[in-house]
């Protein structure tokens, strides 16, 4: 911010909320953070929308190989950051290779779904804006311990439990969840 003479009066912002707190995450220290076990997957919620006044939320998501979400769309922004690994993203039906270093936006409300399509597991930083994929991750998800923690297989019956609750909670987060891709 300027002083300097006919300089444009600044917009006006509202002032600090002293009652917000600053938000520092360390995924592979604290044991506070919510680890999740979904699809195979563990996604670990950084920053929630609780943190950011429902702004946005970032996830940590630790995708073995094979794991990944299935084909799915939303009414948010979703950005991924690939930390590591290689995955195969299908945005609008068509596939794309992301390896380490790459970052990429997918737009409200478009299909997409991704998949590890390498022998090591994959690492992406996912940043949905506005917040609630880190609600219905945590009414769906199974805890466990840890980042890197694959999440109990699931039988059967517990697997029809998981697609069941999913199913009837898309709706409220803005989900729609699509059918499996065929080659």
Request: hydrophobic letters at 35%.
């Amino acid at each position: 911010m300027t002083d300097e003479p006919n300089q444009p009066a600044p917009a006006s912002i509202p002032p600090d909320d002293p009652t917000r707190t600053l938000t520092v995450a360390r995924p592979d220290e604290d044991d506070q953070l919510p680890h999740l076990g979904l699809v195979g997957d563990t996604y670990t919620i950084l920053v929630s929308g609780a943190d950011t006044n429902g702004a946005y939320t970032l996830i940590d998501m630790h995708v073995p190989p094979g794991g990944g979400p299935p084909p799915h769309r939303h009414d948010f922004e979703e950005m991924f950051s690939i930390l590591e690994g290689e995955v195969e993203m299908t945005f609008r039906g068509e596939k794309r290779r992301l390896s380490a270093g790459e970052s990429v936006n997918v737009p409200s409300n478009s299909p997409h779904g991704f998949h590890n399509v390498s022998d090591h597991p994959a690492r992406l930083l996912c940043m949905c804006t506005p917040a609630g994929q880190d609600e219905f991750f945590t009414l769906v998800g199974q805890p466990v311990k840890t980042r890197t923690e694959a999440p109990p297989p699931l039988d059967a019956a517990a697997q029809g439990a998981f697609i069941a609750k999913v199913q009837e909670l898309a709706p409220r987060f803005r989900t729609v969840l699509l059918p499996p891709e065929t080659d």
